[in-house]
């Protein structure tokens, strides 16, 4: 309700309700999450937090603007050491027509994971972008 300060679990499940209530990707309510990102923030700051909101952010304002976002918190030495980070920029850069630059950003982000699935995923990612590149060019 307005005026009620919310909790990190009930914007959590508001979040969960929201992908529960969602076909598909295209159909998110991406304007809805990013406010449920901003309440998020403003309670619990945090890196990861951060990160997850930024493709909220992109869906409602643009590759572009996400990737300015991003590059003001890159200072931030717990996101410079974060797979996550790196996978989001590749993604945004990969959105924004930037593939060589996606394509390694995609292979950092699989070098800096332990996680075997996220490394096969990721590099996965950056074969396909650079196997578009080469096909359209």
Known sequence: REGEQQSEFFIQAAM???????????????????????????????????INSVIPYSKVYGAEAALGLLDHASA????????????????LLGQAGQVPEAVALYRKAAALTENETEQVYLQRQAA???????TAG
């Open 76 to 91: 931030d030495d717990a996101l410079q050491r974060y797979a996550g980070y790196y996978a989001i920029k590749a993604y």
């Open 16 to 50: 969960a309700g929201l992908h529960s209530h969602t076909t598909h990707f295209a159909a998110t309510d991406w304007k809805q999450l990013l406010k449920l990102y901003d309440g998020l923030l403003e309670i619990k700051p945090s890196p990861l937090v951060f």
């Open 128 to 134: 396909s972008l650079g196997h578009k590149k080469s």
